[in-house]
């Protein structure tokens, strides 16, 4: 057999092992201290009481003959592709059930995506950036181009008109830096990608902090982004579902590529690589777009979102630059002069013993900035706020 | 964008989406009738006890902050890696925790693998087939063999030694001859795999079915195997997880290539291009290893052995060729003389009222085969034979 040499060209990512490694040092060294984490991206709040009824119920039609379901349509069962279809309606965007594929969570989708392009296809990747757009990538053995996201742009990457581009990906509200693409800068993407016969791979995946009603939730929102654009969304933020996996890709009939609808190729590549959601995962998701689902799902995005304010707050009060928070569960701040991220990290650490996540781990243009997320408690996160300020006041 | 060419040389499979067809026409045609469907491979079972138990109290968890889970390990919960660990070691098959990775299924597993080897790879594949091995390879652009299983085999396709190949899908109990391999059969397979530094692709989604001690259930029960194969197995059959969907594949750290231990690789895609398995499935999927769990599986798993030892029965009482049925959910039968796969199946619908799949469309040498399910129920399985008795024997 012959491996994929592409593997090989990978950087290893040592990130988050290198950041459990150091929290773990410096708990056996200081047992008794509270340390304040707040640097994956995972939600702690359970899942909302409508979604475990649902669930529950789900179990129970398993347990019997008469409503046990074998296996699922490969892409989603028709109730929960149609509540879909409604909660985009809710955005203004008109897209059919068939359009909507259901699948185990945004980042497989993504993932997956890359076997419907070829791989003489230029990419373009914003930087920082989530790594999985990376990756993926060069396991395909593609060529990437990076795109700089920096404090001059506001971590909001712009088309460079003299740029050629096939692939373009996008993620907006962004993880890591949390800065949101406004109407226009999205038009001037999807104008973009139309000119130079580009797909953008949109990741909105943190839609549901967006708080601004003029904002876009979805890239459809922008005239012509049916024709350039694949969107990626999940129930991992929206609804607390990291562990249950659920998510969905929109591809509209009018993305062509010398006359093939894209969205077959999807269809046939989820067909035959994958084998649809688990039933009781997509009662569980249908019933967050119930009226007492979606009340219940903002009530906890409103928890997180409180935390995002105070830590808003405190970086405006103690004046560092920073991005994100108001429209997603992450802060992107810069870190004091003269420190890279990863001395920050360990300044942080061990003077206010809270946990981030260094900004140069993802990408260099990420290097003099830091993640924090609001996915604690407030009680944490108001005490991790006050370490900080103390912190930074007194430099 | 430029779309990976190779799509277009998929072949369209309408094999289900005809039988479907076919079937609506004669029911509209015939709504009084009752037709008894013997196509789909899958399971009719309710999902056991100890498993919905298992659910019920993971949903639960789910309920609570102090007990909920988020992101799961990408490749398995250490305890559902630890009880599957525990399930080879009754086949006297010893590999660690660390070489098994749980997945959401076989299928995917089986359709993923192929990102691991490069595109100058020579592919081996039975005929017939289960189509993923197929179209998973002409996705990829890679080189395909066809080895020919046929009645002079017992659809038991053997290496031909003057014939290379780097990578070979097998698959027993086979899905759709219900053919398995000997001990000895394997182990010629390795051998071969081993002298050509090739690798087998070993689907043993159905080794539940296997009720005689002296056939293997996993490949590694062969010496020399760990060094030259990687294993895919499912719940789906084996506790009815058709519709929940977890599977798992053993890659042992003696599959090297090029000084690369293989499993590296795989953690590595189902890291970047996988975000785990639902929590409540994989304790679920725990509860099946339990004593109880498995007992009630093995009852589950008798049922449909029963129903498989009545259509042998009645193939053996009317001397009709078939293989399968003894240690699989799947007998392969041969079509009467001068007719077609296809022919059977309008034969069969119209004077039985029996829906079985035409072996056609797992490949050329399906045809004049015809495959059926022993996933009904002993009633419908019963009536099914003797309606197909009768009008064999009338011939």
Redesign the interface.
Known sequence: ?????H??E?QENYLFATIANKVSAYTAAHPENKIIRMGIG??????V?AV?EA??KA??E????ET?????PDHGYPFLREAIRGYYAQHGVEVSASEIFVG??A??DV??IV????D??TVLIPDPVY??YV??NV?AGRKISYLDATEENGFLAMPDENVHA??VYLCSPNNPTGAVYSREQLQTWVDYALAN???ILYDTAYEAFISDADLPHSIFEIPGAKKCAIEFCSFSKTA?F????CGYTVICDELV??G?Q?NR?WA??QS??????????QRGAEAVFTEEGMKQVRGVIALYRKNAEVMVDTFREIGVWFTGGEHSPYIWHKVPDGMTSWEFFDYLLQKAEVVGTPGSGFGKNGEGYFRLTAFGTLENTAAAMERIKRLLRAR
Request: proline letters at 5%.
């Open positions: 057999m012959f491996l994929n040499p593997f090989a990978l995972d939600v702690t709040q359970p899942l009481p475990i669930m529950h179990v129970d398993m347990a019997k003959k046990f379901h074998g296996y699922a185990d969570g980042k497989s993932g997956n076997d419907l392009f070829s003489e296809n790594p999985v990756d993926t396991m096939d692939i016969n580009a797909v607390g990291t562990g249950v996996r590529s010398g093939v894209v190729l046939r590549r035959t690589k994958f084998n649809g959601v688990n039933y009781i995962t």
